[in-house]
């Protein structure tokens, strides 16, 4: 990260946030009482100037130069094709609008944006990264139906169950193309190394179609012995 990006991420004063609160209007309790008011207000005005300050953040980086950028493919100097286009981004604090070149590869014929990339925006979807990661995270854990009816408690940016849908899809893309490389870093030397590695194989018969009316289904599980739970240890939970 340069010198220049490091400044604009530098976090602003506590005093502005603070003068922000206390400008508020006078706060009335609603459900959870005064305490659960003044969280509430609060929040709404960590939303709105985190927002305010994003934006003055991006505007801080300034228009790209016209410099040819190499193509992330084949590594080709390739000119803008568009200039300042627009994309408008779902953040933790709400939408934020970013205006990048497009550049268009005449060697691969493959179309980027140099400055999606210095920001570590995908080429797919409408979030940002940190956004992105708690859409991942109820996404997998959950229905996409009841992610989207718990979502609200904890952000107020809305998400739809499409967008979990769309966002859980893609990240199981980009991990079936990199399982490969995560194995092969998964076996690399690591300074903890667990004493004992717990092995278990079973099967299961599953009816199934045709000349067999069932099969044996293998199954196996891996796991570090210190996140084996024990039965016979009183201290392990359930």
């Known amino acids: 990260m340069g010198d220049k990006l490091r400044q ?8 502005e946030l603070l003068e922000a609160v206390r400008r508020r209007e006078t ?11 003044l969280e509430r207000s609060v929040e709404k005005v960590k939303t709105a100037f985190g927002h305010a300050a994003l934006e003055k953040q991006l505007d801080a980086l300034g228009e790209e130069d016209d410099q040819p950028k190499r193509c992330p493919r084949c590594s080709k100097l390739t ?19 970013v205006r990048r070149n497009y ?48 979502w609200p ?8 169950r499409n967008t ?31 004493k004992q590695l717990v092995v278990s194989v079973d099967g299961a018969h599953l009816p199934i179609r045709g000349s067999e009316a069932w099969r044996e289904s293998k199954l196996a599980v ?10 016979d240890d009183p201290q392990t939970p359930p």
């Open 8 to 15: 604009l991420l530098d976090e602003a004063p506590l005093e």
């Open 27 to 37: 706060i009335r309790p609603e459900d959870g009482g005064l305490f659960g008011a």
């Open 79 to 97: 000119g803008i094709r568009a200039r300042q286009r627009a994309r408008t981004v779902k953040t933790l604090n709400g939408e934020v609008t």
């Open 103 to 150: 550049h268009w590869c005449r060697h691969c014929r493959h179309g980027f944006y140099p400055r999606d990339e210095e920001l570590g925006l995908s080429s797919e979807g409408e979030l940002s990264p940190e956004l992105e990661k708690r859409v991942v995270d109820f996404g997998i854990n959950d229905a996409y139906g009841e992610a989207e009816a718990r």
């Open 153 to 160: 408690l904890h952000c107020a940016v809305p998400i739809s």
């Open 164 to 194: 979990f849908r769309r966002v859980v899809e893609r990240f199981g893309r980009l991990c079936e193309k990199s399982h490969d490389a995560a194995l092969d870093h998964c076996t690399q030397p690591t300074d903890h190394v667990p």
């Open 222 to 231: 891996l796991v570090r012995a210190e996140h084996a739970a024990d039965a």
